[in-house]
């Protein structure tokens, strides 16, 4: 069994940043997980992707809304993913979700919710002046 928890939203003024966390645990967790992602869900709406890393080999993937403003990146060794976000703006706000999956047979599938199959609780994030 994998665990996430996330850390490190909040509310922020728009062109702020924040970094959030996404520790994770679980005996099998390196040899097991080969991708983890960001999705983010605001009231009323679908679950997004927004990020994800290629757990060993590092690729990167971005949803088109958020390219250029943020950066997913992993601690290999703290098993912790992170979403460095900048430049955020009002359509930011969402409840972020850390995830992890283990069957990514293509780039693709890294941006498609129903390949994580491991879930943190969520971390608010609110942008607003």
């Known amino acids: 069994q994998v665990q996430l928890v996330e850390s490190g939203g909040g509310l922020v003024q728009p062109g702020e940043s924040l970094r959030l966390s996404c520790a994770a645990s679980g005996r099998t967790f390196s040899s097991y997980v080969n991708g983890m992602g960001w999705f983010r869900q605001a009231p009323g709406k679908e679950r997004d992707f927004v990020a994800a890393?290629?757990?060993?080999?590092?690729?990167?993937y971005y949803a088109d809304s958020v390219k250029g403003r943020f950066t997913i990146s992993r601690d290999y060794a703290k098993n912790t993913v992170y979403l460095q976000m900048n430049n955020l703006k009002p359509e930011d706000t969402a409840v972020y979700y850390c995830s992890g999956g283990t069957q990514f047979w293509r780039s693709s599938d890294y941006l498609a919710r129903e390949k994580y199959d491991f879930w943190g609780q969520g971390t608010q994030v609110i942008v607003s002046s």
């Open positions: 890393v290629r757990w060993r080999g590092g690729d990167t």
